[in-house]
């Protein structure tokens, strides 16, 4: 089984590989001019370059060392469209939600305020997209769509600019609150109990109460079985919840997704216990 070595792996611990080849060896010979933001991206891909080649996969090795001389050279490096890839059905929605997202930090002011987590995120995510279309690795897969999910959530978090108080501001509406959606799957499943399409639908209409709404769906478990495969499960959960609410009509550039494996139960219990409550997926609809 090739054990891609995948940028979200990496973090920011050094490759040396000896005598790269290839494009790679083409694009380290380069020095990177530009915007912080290029530049961030340059070594990013290279990271990235240097795990494929290590595992033997001078095809995407040479796609990433491509963009990373383009990034190197101060010219725009787009993320991967995942329309443009064989992206598995079922997958689809949830990677162009995530493209969408993608694409509005890049167009606005985030390359400046947030630098270096929206390089990783861009990078993260074409990583999400190749691991994806090869299909076959999901702890790969998971390792890159996480690693894009947490650089996102950086994004967001130094986006986020306090407003000074207007001096006796007039008197205003009351804002919509944030709300939560409980979902309950079966034993072992990605199938939802009766009564969770109508809390789904419920979710979705109370998202047209915000401007700019947030939608994070969490998937969890219960205690039974190994921590990691219940972390495996609980990301199956929210995929398959998100899934399901995109079908409903939940607009896929909203979605955030997170999950928790048994890290967080609804009702704490021991380990090896099997627990309803806890077999579950949230929807928790908020303001950006």
């Not at 001078?58 to 064989?86: C, H, I, L």
């Not at 306090?162 to 079966?186: C, D, G, I, L």
Request: glycine residues 6%.
């Amino acid at each position: 089984m090739k054990n891609v070595v995948t940028l979200a792996v990496l973090g920011a611990a050094s490759v040396t590989l000896a005598a790269c080849g290839g494009k790679l060896g083409e694009a380290e010979m380069m020095d990177a001019s530009g915007s912080a933001f290029n530049k961030a991206l340059y070594a990013d891909y290279i990271t990235l370059s240097k795990g494929e080649y290590g595992e033997g996969d001078y095809k995407d090795s040479d796609r990433f060392a491509e963009k990373a001389m383009v990034a190197a050279t101060g010219a725009n490096v787009a993320p991967y469209d995942p329309r443009n890839w064989k992206i598995p059905s079922d997958r689809q929605a949830v990677m162009n939600g995530a493209h969408g997202r993608l694409l509005e930090a890049l167009n606005s002011t985030a390359k400046d305020k947030a630098t270096a987590q929206l390089a990783r995120a861009q990078t993260s995510f074409d990583c999400w997209v190749q691991e994806q279309e090869e299909n076959f690795q999901p702890d790969h897969i998971a390792a890159c769509r996480d690693a894009f999910i947490a650089a996102m959530g950086e994004v967001d978090k130094a986006m986020m600019v306090a407003k000074p108080a207007a001096p006796a501001p007039a008197p205003k509406p009351k804002m919509a609150e944030a709300k939560s959606w409980e979902v309950y799957f079966h034993f072992d499943s990605v199938k939802t109990l009766a009564g969770a399409n109508g809390k789904i639908k419920e979710a979705i209409a109370y998202v047209s109460n915000f401007k700019r709404p947030r939608v994070t769906i969490a998937g969890y478990t219960d205690t039974s079985g190994s921590a990691a495969y219940n972390k495996e499960l609980s990301t199956r959960r929210s995929e398959a919840l998100a899934i399901t609410a995109m079908d409903m009509g939940l607009d896929p550039k909203n979605v955030v997704m997170r999950s928790y494996g048994e890290d967080r139960l609804g009702v704490p219990t021991k380990d090896g216990v099997r627990k309803q409550e806890n077999r579950r997926a949230t929807i928790t609809v908020e303001s950006k």
